[in-house]
């Protein structure tokens, strides 16, 4: 069984989950937000030396006609970072309309289900990104054999 860790990256936030590859599932963790455009690399790192994630993987956005969105340059920048600070293999993979999904994911939780591991409600903008981390990180996990 091996923890990996999942990215749904945004310009100015970043959501973060956590799964293993047993039960090809992955929980929403928290959203980091950046600092004038830059990740909150210190919170990346407290999540990865807490979690010790075999590898990581990140969330490509693609638009409906199978192209790379304008911003996705940043995303690749992302992931390569990622794999030269910490030295863990960064898997992509396709991200499209995973904000959708988690908005309506949460749309449907009763009251209260969303309590982060603080125990403190998120607001919805921050749970959407951690639940789309989630659903990047399990379309992955499904995907291997």
Same mark, same amino acid.
């Given at each position: 069984?091996?923890?990996?860790?999942?990215?749904?990256?945004?310009?100015?936030? /970043?959501?973060?989950?956590?799964?293993?590859? $047993?039960?090809?599932?992955?929980?929403?963790?928290?959203? $980091?937000?950046?600092?004038?455009?830059?990740?909150?690399?210190?919170? /990346?790192?407290? $999540?990865?030396?807490?979690?010790?994630?075999?590898?990581?993987?990140?969330?490509?956005?693609?638009?409906?006609?199978?192209?790379?969105?304008?911003?996705?340059?940043?995303?690749?920048?992302?992931?390569?970072?990622?794999?030269?600070?910490?030295?863990?293999?960064?898997?992509?993979?396709?991200?499209?309309?995973?904000?959708?999904?988690?908005?309506?994911?949460?749309?449907?939780?009763?009251?209260?289900?969303?309590?982060?591991?603080?125990?403190?409600?998120?607001?919805?903008?921050?749970?959407?990104?951690?639940?789309?981390?989630?659903? /990047?990180?399990?379309?992955?996990?499904?995907?291997?054999?």
């Amino acid at each position: 069984m091996s923890t990996l860790l999942g990215f749904d990256f945004g310009p100015r936030k /970043i959501g973060v989950a956590v799964g293993q590859t $047993l039960t090809r599932s992955a929980t929403p963790l928290t959203t $980091l937000r950046g600092q004038g455009e830059r990740p909150d690399w210190t919170g /990346i790192e407290a $999540l990865i030396a807490e979690w010790k994630p075999a590898a990581l993987v990140v969330g490509l956005p693609f638009n409906m006609d199978d192209t790379e969105v304008e911003w996705s340059p940043r995303v690749h920048r992302f992931a390569r970072q990622l794999e030269g600070r910490y030295g863990l293999k960064v898997h992509l993979i396709d991200e499209r309309l995973t904000s959708i999904e988690a908005r309506r994911q949460l749309e449907e939780r009763p009251r209260g289900a969303e309590r982060g591991r603080s125990g403190r409600k998120p607001s919805t903008r921050d749970a959407v990104d951690a639940v789309a981390a989630a659903l /990047i990180l399990e379309t992955w996990l499904c995907e291997q054999d």
